[in-house]
């Protein structure tokens, strides 16, 4: 009786046992379906994120122009998605500027200047921006007559100013031979490449470093061979630019000059007084004038003044050092106003000539 009373209870105890693990089993694929329909859920959460951001990130600036994006030396974060607010447009601006964050943009770091063009995507834009890779901008110089005029010039198109560019040349140029009256010869104006927020001592060397290059050595054997130093050189240059806007007449403008050097006479030359005056504007040159007391006064002081009168060209520094040989030493401009002149070998001539041309300023009332 004992045993029979025993089958029972542990058959009964078999068959809870195998329906627990039944529901055990079925708990678990409950909880697996769950797990898996979760994982698909945050799968496709994840991919509509990803492709959204891919959608946000790749999307390409399609304006018209090439908009510069400029980020100053201590330019904050709200300025610098200002200024690409304004320069790619609300929307394009505002995405740039989030991957630009999502990169961990710093402004310090990208403090620099870059140009978009269109096709150019957020992503692109926003990287270029973070890793400082910048678009160099030109820089053009022309027609300067003065030191500061220059830098006027090229600071309007870099990121420091007129007064860091003066005392970056007070700073470096002084060490490479220049005296302050000869600063005007140590650059050539052409248009040149440089990043944005580049240090002016830098700029100044780099051009420093394109007027050396200029003067290959028989262009110094040909400065040599007229008795000229590189400076000199440049400041003969310098008076033929402002005498004639000619070029095909400054080699003959430039021999004139050299006749006179060679000749020990004074160079007279209507440019040098007017830059004594301060006054460029000058179309007739009057008695009171030629007396001004000035080193840069050719008709009070004999031979070279002390340094150029303008910034001159290299196409002009290579019209004084291939001068064509003539016998001429006095010019005056013609009277038809065309802009080039009457050569003289003699004083007579000379003065004939400058009569016909005094006579049309008179017809014309310029004083």
């Known amino acids: 009786m004992t045993n029979s009373g025993k089958a029972p209870t542990s058959s009964g105890k078999r068959k809870t046992s195998g329906g627990a693990k039944g529901r055990s089993r079925k708990k678990q694929e409950s909880w697996a379906s769950r797990n898996s329909l979760a994982i698909m859920i945050t799968a496709l959460s994840v ?21 510069w994006i400029y980020v100053p030396e201590g330019a904050t974060n709200a300025q610098l998605k200002d200024s690409l607010k304004t320069r790619l447009g609300s929307g394009m601006g505002m995405r740039v500027y989030a991957l630009w964050r999502l990169e961990g943009g710093n402004p310090t770091a990208s403090n620099g200047a870059y140009q978009v063009v269109p096709g150019q995507t957020a992503l692109k834009i926003a990287h270029r921006i973070k890793t400082g890779r910048q678009t160099p901008v030109t820089v053009t110089f022309k027609g300067a007559r003065t030191m500061p005029m220059v830098a006027r010039r090229i600071a309007s198109q870099m990121q420091f100013d007129e007064a860091d560019f003066l005392e970056a040349c007070a700073e470096v140029l002084p060490e490479q031979g220049f005296k302050e009256a000869q600063f005007p010869a140590a650059f050539l104006p052409d248009s040149y490449e440089f990043y944005w927020s580049a ?10 470093d394109y007027r050396n290059d200029f003067w290959t050595p028989e262009r110094v054997a040909k400065a040599e061979a007229l008795g000229l130093s590189k400076v000199e050189v440049a400041t003969v240059a310098s008076i033929v630019e402002e005498e004639t806007a000619k070029s095909d007449e400054r080699p003959r403008v430039a021999r004139l000059y050299l006749n006179r050097l060679k000749k020990g006479m004074k160079l007279q030359a209507d440019p040098t007084v007017k830059f004594a005056v301060g006054d460029f504007s000058l179309r007739r040159i009057l008695g009171s004038h030629l007396k001004v007391n000035s080193p840069y006064n050719t008709y009070q ?15 002009t520094l290579d019209a004084v050092l291939n001068a064509p040989s003539h016998p001429y030493i006095y010019m005056c401009a013609k009277e038809d106003f065309s802009g080039y002149h009457n050569f003289a070998e003699d ?21």
């Open 47 to 67: 991919a509509a994120v990803v492709g959204a951001i891919l959608l946000f990130a790749f999307i390409p600036y399609s304006g018209d122009e090439k908009p």
């Open 347 to 367: 004083y007579a001539t000379h003065l004939a000539n400058a009569r016909r041309y005094q006579a049309a300023l008179n017809a014309r009332g310029i004083k």
């Open 301 to 315: 002081v004999k031979g070279l003044p002390p340094g150029p009168i303008r910034m001159p060209e290299a196409a």
């Open 199 to 208: 240090h002016p001592r830098k700029v100044v060397k780099r051009l420093l």
